[in-house]
């Protein structure tokens, strides 16, 4: 079992950046790719980013690309999402995931773990 918790949501303005963290416990963090997805009122949940079990490969939804960075802290079990410039369509919970896989991985189906959630709120 790994279980996920996330923090460093809140309400922001256009424009303005936030950091989200998901500390891991349980087993071996370094074992498993990480994954960020986020799912807005009445939306499915959707792809955000990704990052494989060593940090060296990540991967992007193209409404992200360029404004948000994940990376990780294997000595931390922690896996962080950079988000700047944020527009107002980035409002979601924001959740992270662990899969047990070496490479990326984009498909809510191939996680095996969930976080709780943490809600992120762009005002315009």
């Known amino acids: 079992q790994v279980q996920l918790v996330e923090s460093g949501g809140g309400l922001v303005q256009a424009g303005d950046s936030l950091r989200l963290s998901c500390a891991a416990s349980?087993?071996?963090?370094?074992?498993?790719?990480m994954g960020w997805f986020r799912q807005a009122p009445g939306k499915e949940r959707e792809f955000v980013a990704a990052i494989s079990w060593s940090g060296g490969s990540t991967y992007y939804a193209d409404s992200v690309k360029g404004r948000f960075t994940i990376s990780r802290d294997n000595a931390k079990n922690t896996v962080f999402l950079q988000m700047n410039s944020l527009k107002p369509e980035d409002t979601a919970v924001y959740y992270c995931?662990?899969?047990?896989?070496?490479?990326?991985?984009?498909?809510?189906?191939?996680?095996?773990?969930w976080g709780q959630g943490t809600q992120v709120t762009v005002s315009s």
């Open positions: 995931a662990a899969g047990a896989h070496i490479s990326v991985v984009v498909l809510t189906d191939e996680y095996d773990y």
């Open positions: 349980g087993r071996t963090f370094s074992n498993y790719a």
